[in-house]
């Protein structure tokens, strides 16, 4: 209860929990609705505009859309959580131990942290999914963005780790005779968990958009009905020319409401994070 | 401390290049098959050369290509290769180089890159300092949530939209291209307006969605700047608002934005890539998308190698030039 009254003042918060709370619903009961396996090519009759039978429309391969964006949506988010939980796992452990025992570690980790920052991601995973192109598949999809996806929490995480362990309680807890790994799993994880929060939220951010930019460009899982494959099937068969209105719109929607709903997330941890900065929005 | 920044900056450069050289070298290398390799073997075929000759024509490739030598001398002479912006054949449009495909389509996408760049920040920033201001009409305030909606989804799902809305619905804009098929590029002013009415979709949706980025940044520093001493000072002494806002407050608050500039610029390039292969505007983006769908890998590596440099250089540039733009920094002006 007490959390439902936090989320009265946290308006953000509240926005971004509701949005993908839905966004959960909708993948998952949708399956009751439409059967996923009407979400591939030839399972129903092509190019129908949205009608009782099929309330999203089916698209020019014969997909029923709704099913093809119940899957998409359940797809192109497991994609990037799986990737952002990668990248934020490996993440935290290099930024602890860059921040903890610092040295020629620290170095080495901060040098491949920023070189990496530096080059754009989406250009290094097209090199990465062009050498793979046939054979990706969403989890192997994942994997290859999940390595382009710890460098922004290992930088968070050690700033974060530097910052507390010159606090007074981590001092006490040393001088009371609590060991290196007593201090990190009792004194720093409890006190990093919303950082961990808001950087899993931005590792996933990133990483569903990288998907899609690789999906628009033709290197996903080819086969799959996630999100930016529907998007790219869009443009491949010219639904604009054609005025497939519903086949453009449909997965355009979903898109926007997945950002949205981790960007109020994001800002929403933040403010949580920090009650006293301003707010940005 | 100066020549040891200088130092590290280029070192940081030479190591992204480097990195992204040594990626593009053995990551092919790696893949279970060299996809290198197929796809001459595949060429081959489809030209209608039997058996024999194909063994023939990879032995000479070997050979040519210096494949046949150690793994350690050809990444020396790759490395080498890629010093001097060597990016070698195309696969799909053989006798010519990537160097020069890429050549072809630079100018199209400079262009709208530096257009868009130019309108998002000028309006961004100008957008972001009124919004910040305290005297400005209180209207602003309201565009805030909307601005930072619209820049958490990428751009080219915006251009989705607007390609539905502003092509398809009512017709007003072409929906791909640079220019009508079958026109003649020459330096007519009908060319030129052809070539502008189907830029102002790709750009409008890149500009609309990194439009938020600038605005929110600038609303920042500005509310930075205006706690400061000298503005109180300014505004004692009686000067006049447009006064204060441009030269004490815009002024000093625009500073970081050149920095947050060097920040996004990789995000800037990769996201014009999409908006571009998109809307099958003639640029490098395009051509990205179409040597993906041909396989033309050495295309596609000689492609993001040479968007990488050019990210890293620009990026270098703006971080030795922003001391400049300091009015603090600047010496020997007055007394």
Redesign the interface.
Known sequence: MRFFRYLRRNKRLAAGIFILTFLFLFATLGRLIAPPERAYPLAVPPNKPPSPEYPFGTDSQGRDLLATIVMGTYLTVRIGVLAGVIGLAVGTFLGFISAYYGGVLDTIIRWVVDVLLTVPGLLVLVVIAAMLQRTLKPTSLSLILALLAWMGPTRTIRSQVLSLRERAFVRVAKLSGENNLEIIFKELFPNLLPYLGASLVGSVTGAIFASLGLEQLGLGAMREPTLGMTIYWVQYYGAFVRGLWWWILEPVAVIVLIFMGLFFLSAGLDEFANPRVRRVV | MRAAYLLRRFG?LL??VW??AT??FF??R??PRN?VRERIIQMATSGGYVEQGIDKMVKAYEAKFGLDQPLWKQYLRYLGDMARLDLGYSLSAYPKRVIDLIAEVIGWSVGIALFTLLVSFTLGSLLGALIAWPKSPKFLQYL??PL??IS???A??FG??L??FL??RVKIFP?SGGFTLGTVPDNSLAYYMDVAKHAVLPALSVILVSLGGWA?GMR?MM?TVEGEDYMILAEAKGLKDRRLFLKYAVRNALLPQITGLGLSL??L??GQ??VE??FGFPGIGSL??RS??V?D?NA??GI?FL??LS??VV?LILDLIYPLLDPRIRTGEGK
């Open positions: 940081l190591a992204v990195t992204a990626l593009n990551l092919p790696l893949s996809p805030v949530a930072m909606t958490s989804v990428p080219y799902i989705l939209v390609v539905y092509a398809f929906m929110l920042g509310v990789g995000y390039v990769t890539i999409l292969s998109l990205l998308n993906i769908f396989y890998y596609i590596l993001t968007l990488i990210i890293g990026t």
